[in-house]
C-alpha cells in the first residue's frame, strides 16, 4: 500500500546546482565587501591614488590631462586587486583553516565553488568600475574608444589574475601568499605602468615590464580610452597567455588541504 506524499513531506537533497553556485557566490561577495583588509585593497588604494596623483603633479605623464592616463591604470590595478591580491589572501585562509576541504565535501562541487567565487570577484570589479568611473568623470576624464575592447581586456585581465591568485593560494601557506601577495601587489603598482608609464625606466626594463599581466592590462586600456586605438591585439595576446597559463597551472597544481 503507497501513502500520497502530504505537503510536509521531507524530501531531502541537494539544492539544484545553478542556486548553489548563486547562493555561494552571494555569500563570497557579502564576506569579501565585510572584509577591512579586501576593502582597502579594493576600493580604498584605488580611489586615493587616483584622487592624489590626479590632483597633484608628482609624475610625469605626458601630455593631456593627468586623469586620462591615471583612470585606465587605476581600472587595471582595480581587476589585480580584487583578482589577484584579494582573492589569493581569502582563499588562502580559508584553505588554512579547513573551509575548502569542507566546502569540498559539501553537494556544491569544486568547479562549482571556484565559479562562484569567479561571479564575486567580476561583481566586485563591476562596482570598483563604477566607483574609479564617477570618479574620473568628476575630475575631467573624456574616456574614447571600443567599449568592446575595454570589456574584452578586463575579462581577459580578470582571468589572468584568477589564474595567478589561485595558484598562489592553492600552492603556498596562508601567512606565505599574504606576504607575497601584498608584495607582488605593490611591485607591480610602481612597476607595471599604473600611476609611473614604463617610458620612465631603462629601455633594457621596458622590455620586461611590457611582458606583466598589469602592463598589458594599463597599456591596452590606456591605448583604447586614452588615445582611442582599435582592439589591442598585442596586449591581449600578452593577457591571454598569462589567463591560459595562470589557471591552467591553478587547476593542476592547487591543494584543498
Do not use: C
Request: proline share 5%; no cysteine; hydrophobic share 55%.
Amino acid at each position: 500500500m503507497t501513502t500520497a506524499g502530504g505537503t510536509y513531506t521531507p524530501r531531502p537533497g541537494a539544492a539544484p546546482l545553478p542556486r548553489m553556485i548563486a547562493a555561494q557566490a552571494a555569500l563570497e561577495t557579502k564576506m569579501l565587501l565585510r572584509n577591512g583588509e579586501q576593502l582597502l585593497l579594493t576600493v580604498i588604494i584605488p580611489t586615493l591614488l587616483l584622487v592624489l596623483f590626479g590632483s597633484v603633479d608628482i609624475v610625469d605623464t605626458g601630455e593631456g590631462k593627468a586623469v586620462d592616463f591615471l583612470a585606465p591604470g587605476i581600472l587595471a590595478l582595480a581587476v589585480m586587486s580584487t583578482a589577484f591580491t584579494g582573492q589569493a589572501i581569502a582563499t588562502g585562509f580559508e584553505r588554512r583553516y579547513g573551509v575548502l576541504k569542507r566546502l569540498a565535501a559539501s553537494p556544491l562541487p569544486r568547479w562549482g565553488l571556484m565559479t562562484a567565487k569567479t561571479i564575486s570577484v567580476l561583481v566586485t570589479e563591476i562596482l570598483q568600475v563604477v566607483l574609479v568611473t564617477v570618479i574620473a568623470f568628476a575630475m575631467g576624464w573624456s574616456p574614447q574608444g571600443n567599449p568592446f575592447a575595454v570589456l574584452l581586456l578586463l575579462v581577459l585581465g580578470t582571468a589572468a589574475f584568477s589564474g595567478l591568485g589561485l595558484l598562489m593560494a592553492g600552492t603556498l601557506k596562508a601567512e606565505a601568499t599574504l606576504a607575497a601577495a601584498n608584495l607582488v601587489f605593490l611591485l607591480l603598482l610602481v612597476g607595471g605602468g599604473v600611476v609611473v608609464p614604463l617610458d620612465k625606466f631603462p629601455d633594457a626594463a621596458q622590455s620586461v615590464l611590457g611582458l606583466l599581466p598589469i602592463s598589458a592590462l594599463s597599456d591596452g586600456l590606456r591605448d583604447v580610452l586614452q588615445h582611442g586605438a582599435g582592439m589591442p591585439w598585442g596586449d591581449l595576446g600578452i593577457l591571454a597567455v598569462w589567463a591560459v597559463l595562470g589557471l591552467g597551472a591553478a587547476a593542476r597544481f592547487f591543494r584543498w588541504e
